[in-house]
T-cell receptor, first 112, second 114 residues
């Protein structure tokens, strides 16, 4: 099935560092979502974005809905060990089709 | 707990057997989704319901797979004549019926076909 491109695929960072990741699509979305998934668990919603250019924060997390509506970005500030996991973006076209298309994931590992 | 609930959490079955999974969505959510996730991949869309109507099915949903949501509340996903390639995490999610809305996932059912 279709999947969005996420970059980077994986990253090791030191505790306290900031993290940036992005998600790109060949098509336009009306909604962008960011999830975090721990091993053996379902994805947990972090942030939802509904308008092009929108910037939304949730604690140390900040996400942006790209102006072109074909991309989105997630930043994590001052990373901590519990930030370890896989981060997925998901896009929703809307307007008649309501399936969420997921990215390939960014695996984050934080070194204490 | 008012989140999405999936049962069982784990299922080990022999090749050729049938399996059925259940999903209970968040109570006021009218849309219900099924996804499949294999190791190292993002969730892949299988199908979704709006109330009891199954509105979209992926080509991944072969004729051995069937999903139902008979009363617009809980849903079941059945896999007949399981194959080793069916081994995956099966995820259920639910959402409200708005043009733009977020989906909330359950903890998933891990299927292992031996």
């Amino acid at each position: 099935g279709q999947q969005l491109n996420q970059s980077p695929q994986s990253m090791f960072i030191q505790e306290g560092e900031d993290v940036s990741m992005n998600c790109t699509s060949s098509s336009i979305f009306n909604t962008w979502l960011w999830y975090k998934q721990d091993p053996g668990e379902g994805p947990v919603l972090l942030i939802a974005l509904y308008k092009a250019g929108e910037l939304t924060s949730n604690g140390r997390l900040t996400a942006q809905f790209g102006i072109t509506r074909k991309d989105s970005f997630l930043n994590i500030s001052a990373s901590i060990p519990s930030d370890v996991g896989i981060y997925f973006c998901a896009g929703l076209h809307g307007s008649g089709t309501y399936k969420y298309i997921f990215g390939t994931g960014t695996r984050l590992k934080v070194l204490a | 707990d008012t989140g999405v609930s999936q049962n069982p959490r784990h299922k080990i079955t022999k090749r050729g057997q049938n399996v059925t999974f259940r999903c209970d969505p968040i109570s006021e959510h009218n849309r219900l989704y099924w996804y499949r996730q294999t190791l190292g991949q993002g969730p892949e869309f299988l199908t979704y319901f709006q109330n009891e109507a199954q509105l979209e099915k992926s080509r991944l949903l072969s004729d051995r797979f069937s999903a139902e949501r008979p009363k617009g509340s809980f849903s079941t996903l059945e896999i007949q004549r399981t194959e080793q390639g069916d081994s995956a995490m099966y995820l259920c999610a639910s959402s409200l019926v708005f043009e733009n809305t977020e989906a909330f996932f359950g903890q998933g059912t891990r299927l292992t076909v031996v």
